[in-house]
C-alpha cells in the first residue's frame, strides 16, 4: 500500500507526478532559483486546478509553468489557457523526446533535462491585476510555508488545499 505523506528523502514526490515530469519539473525549478525567482509545485489555484509550477520573480511577477511529459500528456490537456488568469507568463515545459513543434506559439516554452533548464521561447506578457495578484501571492505563499511545515512535522500535515 503506497502512502499518501510526502517522502522527506524526495520532497518533489507527493504522488501525482510521473519520474518524467518531477525530471521536467528539477529542471525548471533549478533554472528559476538561478533567475532569482522562487518556485513552488502543485500550487492549488482559485478556480481549483493546480498549476504544475508556479514562480515568484524579484519584481513580484508571477510565472506558471504547465509541465508535460509526452505528446499523450500534452494532447489530453486542454485547460491550459485557464493558466493565463493567474500569472503575467505563463509557459510549458517539456523534454528533448517531446517535440517542441506541439506547444502553442502563445506560450513560452522551457527545455529540461533535469539537472537544468533552458527558455526557447519567451512567454507573452500579461500582466495580472493588483487585486489577482495579492491574492495568487498569498496563495503562493500559504503553499511554501505549509510545504515547510511539512517537511519538518510531517506527523501534523494536513489535508489542506494549500
Given at each position: 500500500m503506497q502512502s499518501n505523506r510526502v517522502r522527506l528523502d524526495d520532497p518533489l514526490a507527493d504522488g501525482r507526478q510521473s519520474d518524467t515530469a518531477t525530471m521536467v519539473w528539477r529542471g525548471v525549478a533549478r533554472l528559476f532559483r538561478q533567475l532569482g525567482y522562487a518556485s513552488v509545485g502543485e500550487v492549488v489555484l482559485a478556480s481549483g486546478r493546480r498549476a504544475d509550477l508556479m514562480a515568484v520573480g524579484p519584481k513580484g511577477e508571477i510565472w506558471i509553468v504547465e509541465v508535460k511529459s509526452s505528446i499523450a500528456d500534452f494532447r489530453a490537456d486542454r485547460k491550459w489557457p485557464g493558466y493565463r488568469d493567474f500569472c503575467d507568463r505563463f509557459?510549458?515545459?517539456?523534454?528533448?523526446?517531446?517535440?517542441?513543434?506541439i506547444f502553442p506559439e502563445e506560450a513560452g516554452f522551457i527545455l529540461s533535462d533535469g539537472f537544468?533548464?533552458?527558455?526557447?521561447?519567451e512567454a507573452p506578457e500579461h500582466k495580472l491585476a493588483g487585486a489577482r495578484r495579492k491574492a495568487v501571492t498569498l496563495r503562493f505563499a500559504?503553499?511554501?510555508?505549509n510545504r515547510l511545515h511539512d517537511a519538518l512535522d510531517p506527523d501534523a500535515r494536513s489535508d489542506a488545499a494549500f
Open positions: 509557459f510549458f515545459a517539456s523534454h528533448a523526446e517531446v517535440p517542441r513543434g537544468f533548464a533552458d527558455i526557447l521561447r500559504q503553499a511554501a510555508a
